[in-house]
């Protein structure tokens, strides 16, 4: 059963991903890509896969500061073998936060495919921002 992410994140709630580890700088995502995640080659979408690293990294930034907001400042990624999945099967990120201080996360993330080969790896610095009350978005849906 996974767990709520605590915030609302559309692009998130879109792409699928569920919060399965979310303790002590450390955190689990899931994500079963679908046909509109994949490129040409039939493999889950380097963009999807760098979405999944940044947002493991920054849930791993917050699990010990649930009640702040983090925004990614830098990201750095590598691909290592392609992320592809069969039916009924998801990729597993993990996320690590390394060093915190005051106002800035220092993190690393990594993808596996469902055989528990390592597919990408990422780090990533973050950092703390107060939420604010939610807004009405300018973008006009008409």
């Known amino acids: 059963m996974s767990i709520p992410f605590g915030v ?11 919060l ?3 303790e002590n700088g450390n955190s689990e995502l ?36 649930p009640e702040m907001g983090v925004v990614t400042i ?4 590598s691909f290592m073998r392609p ?11 993990k996320g690590l936060l390394l060093l915190r201080t005051k106002t800035m996360i ?4 990594k993808v596996y495919d469902a055989a528990g080969q390592l597919c990408a790896h990422a780090t990533g610095t973050f950092k703390y921002v107060k939420r604010t009350p939610s807004v009405t978005s300018p973008i006009s849906t008409d």
């Open 106 to 109: 220092f993190t690393e993330g």
């Open 74 to 77: 830098e990201m750095k990624t």
């Open 30 to 65: 899931h994500f079963k890509p679908r046909a509109e995640h994949l490129n040409s080659f039939d493999i889950t979408h380097g963009g999807a896969v760098m979405t999944l690293l940044d947002v493991v990294m920054a849930t791993a930034a917050r699990s010990v500061e």
């Open 83 to 93: 992320a592809r999945i069969s039916e009924g099967e998801h990729l597993v990120a």
């Open 8 to 18: 609302h994140i559309p692009f998130v709630d879109h792409l699928g991903f569920t």
């Open 20 to 22: 399965e580890k979310f």
